[in-house]
């Protein structure tokens, strides 16, 4: 499968060519919090002081608005995730409709507990993620607290329903609690009808729980799975040793610019660089309630913005210092591009 190539990049050349020449260009991407409520409270939730301090939910119709103003300029799809929990957002079906009429292509990230609330919802998304981190209700209860005592079977039987109808795929955070379940997660993700599971390791505080031993295991545990589980329908992610990286790290780049491919709407209504940086208000690029997409993506607070990123301010929020990073390879590749031919040396001889 190619849905997670990293030379995705490539079918995007506009936006390259455009932040090699020192430009703005507009997101291929939004990622939008629709709401920073949630019906679990993962022991390991990064946005837990984020919600704490902004218990918000985006108003629908300047969503809408702004949705139209961003194809407008060129965005091609919208990934819905946390803050909280998307699917308890009032009018989940009726947006994913309305935003898919208007052109977008979507993405959902879940926790999965109340899809079935949300069925009419599943024919206008391309793809659905759900967050699971066990193979059994006792390991899910632990870890993910939710509040619900039958969650863990309501998800189960919430993949068997939807696995067939729409691009489905398990996410499993690796956590010295669950790694005795990552092959029976895997085996239960293909039986359900899905198409990978995706293993990373959990960071912040509790990924100091890990030891040696459980790392030695947890890479002999990938490759047996890999070997066991993975065929042409159903991918095993994850397998590469940077996702279980201990401690911090020199990230493999000297500028970010991933951001200006990725854009993050928060359910503040304000625009972020990326998603460690939502409910930062100094890193706010502006609010959709205030001021219309134009406004915000090229307005002066943005560049202000953008030089604080430069001069990497915001490095001590930086996921990618310890561990792997959706922006790294994305930057890594920004980075080459933007140096000057006589630095990179060779360049006619492949």
Request: overall charge neutral; hydrophobic content about 35%; glycine content about 6%.
């Amino acid at each position: 499968m190619f849905e997670f190539s990293e030379f995705k990049i490539l079918h995007h050349l506009d936006r390259i060519h455009a932040i090699c020449r020192g430009e703005l260009p507009v997101p291929v991407t939004f990622e939008i919090d629709l709401t920073n409520a949630c019906n679990h409270r993962c022991i390991w939730c990064l946005d837990n002081s984020y919600n704490t301090r902004i218990n918000t939910t985006l108003k629908e119709f300047p969503l809408l608005q702004f949705a139209g103003e961003m194809i407008s300029q060129g965005v091609k799809s919208i990934v819905f995730k946390g803050g909280g929990e998307p699917l308890l957002y009032f009018s989940f079906s009726k947006l994913t409709q309305q935003l898919k009429n208007k052109g977008l292509d979507l993405g959902l990230i879940t926790n999965g507990e109340i899809i079935n609330r949300h069925l009419e919802a599943i024919p206008y998304l391309n793809w659905i993620r759900i967050s699971l981190d066990a193979a059994s209700a006792k390991i899910h209860q632990k870890l993910h607290k939710p509040f619900k005592s039958d969650s863990f079977q309501n998800i189960v039987d919430n993949l068997y329903q939807i696995s067939t109808s729409v691009f489905t795929g398990v996410l499993f955070i690796v956590h010295p609690e669950n790694i005795c379940e990552m092959e029976d997660a895997a085996h239960l993700a293909r039986d359900v009808g899905c198409r990978y599971i995706a293993f990373k390791r959990v960071i912040g505080e509790e990924a100091q729980k890990f030891t040696p031993k459980m790392m030695r295991e947890i890479d002999e545990l990938l490759i047996k799975i890999r070997k066991e589980h993975e065929n042409q329908k159903f991918q095993i992610l994850g397998t590469k040793i940077y996702h279980f990286y201990r401690g911090y790290k020199n990230l493999p780049y000297d500028i970010c610019l991933a951001h200006h491919l990725i854009g993050i709407l928060g359910s503040d209504g304000n625009l972020y660089p990326c998603c460690t940086l939502r409910g930062e208000v100094e890193y706010s690029y502006g609010s959709i309630y205030k001021n219309s997409f134009k406004e915000i993506w090229f307005g002066e607070k943005r560049k202000e913005v953008l030089e604080k990123i430069n001069q990497k301010e915001c490095i001590n929020y930086c996921l990618g210092r310890n561990t792997y990073f959706h922006y790294d390879h994305y930057n890594q590749l920004l980075e080459y591009l933007t140096k000057d031919k006589e630095k990179v040396g060779h360049i006619d001889f492949l």
